[in-house]
């Protein structure tokens, strides 16, 4: 990732922000390391301007979607999620030598329709990199990604059989490795464009 200037930002904003992995890192979705991921995000999720608030981990990657009040407060909460991240990992499988392969790469959002695509696309995301062709995916029973929030986020269509309810996902939040959202453009703004689907394959 080339060192270009970060854009700035002084008001609460959501991020879509990728973390990669060093080579020769062992899988993120590597159900130990799942596990200890989330039980490390659900003791720092939050804190002064900043919230993690979904994720999803792949292979070599992860995705985030959080909220900063600013530039600095990004800067700072990142820091704590990459180490609490990178130990988590470390603590899992003996690992030593970075974990995070470079700086994160980050987007902001600023309009419904952002956020909209960018939780659709991190939630998804295991669907999106499936090696199954992806109508023979839509046609399996849809389950929620264990390796992101998706269990905790209260946005999705409701079907029969398929996911559960929003109170159901929300049961035991005081232990959700996420932070509820404050802005209102991923309380309520991102609405507008209707409920995510769980068994969409992101583009």
């Given at each position: 990732?080339?060192?270009?200037?970060?854009?700035?930002?002084?008001?609460?904003?959501?991020?879509?922000?990728?973390?990669?992995v060093?080579?020769?890192?062992?899988?993120l979705?590597?159900?130990?390391?799942?596990?200890?991921?989330?039980?490390?995000?659900?003791?720092?999720?939050?804190?002064?301007?900043?919230?993690?608030?979904?994720?999803?981990l792949?292979?070599?990657?992860?995705h985030?979607?959080?909220?900063?009040?600013?530039?600095?407060?990004?800067?700072?909460?990142?820091?704590?999620?990459?180490?609490?991240?990178?130990?988590?990992?470390?603590?899992?499988?003996?690992?030593?030598?970075?974990?995070?392969?470079?700086?994160?790469?980050?987007?902001?959002?600023?309009?419904?329709?952002?956020?909209?695509?960018?939780?659709?696309?991190?939630?998804?995301?295991?669907?999106?990199?499936?090696?199954?062709?992806?109508?023979?995916?839509?046609?399996?029973?849809?389950?929620?990604?264990?390796?992101?929030?998706?269990?905790?986020?209260?946005?999705?269509?409701?079907?029969?059989?398929?996911?559960?309810?929003?109170?159901?996902?929300?049961?035991?939040?005081?232990?959700?490795?996420?932070?509820?959202?404050?802005?209102?453009?991923?309380?309520?703004?991102?609405?507008?464009?209707?409920?995510?689907?769980p068994?969409?394959?992101?583009?």
């Amino acid at each position: 990732m080339r060192h270009l200037p970060r854009e700035k930002f002084r008001r609460p904003l959501p991020t879509h922000v990728t973390l990669r992995v060093c080579e020769g890192v062992p899988s993120l979705r590597t159900v130990a390391i799942v596990h200890e991921i989330r039980r490390s995000f659900a003791v720092g999720c939050e804190r002064p301007g900043f919230r993690l608030v979904q994720y999803s981990l792949q292979g070599n990657h992860a995705h985030l979607v959080v909220e900063a009040t600013d530039q600095a407060a990004l800067g700072r909460g990142m820091k704590s999620v990459g180490a609490r991240l990178a130990r988590a990992v470390n603590r899992m499988t003996g690992h030593r030598g970075p974990v995070l392969a470079e700086r994160y790469h980050h987007r902001l959002l600023r309009t419904p329709r952002e956020v909209h695509r960018a939780l659709r696309y991190v939630l998804l995301n295991a669907r999106k990199h499936s090696v199954v062709k992806r109508a023979a995916l839509r046609a399996t029973k849809i389950l929620l990604d264990p390796a992101s929030s998706a269990q905790w986020f209260d946005g999705w269509k409701m079907g029969k059989g398929t996911i559960p309810s929003a109170a159901e996902s929300a049961a035991g939040r005081v232990h959700a490795p996420v932070a509820r959202a404050r802005t209102w453009l991923l309380t309520t703004g991102w609405r507008r464009h209707g409920l995510l689907d769980p068994a969409e394959v992101p583009g």
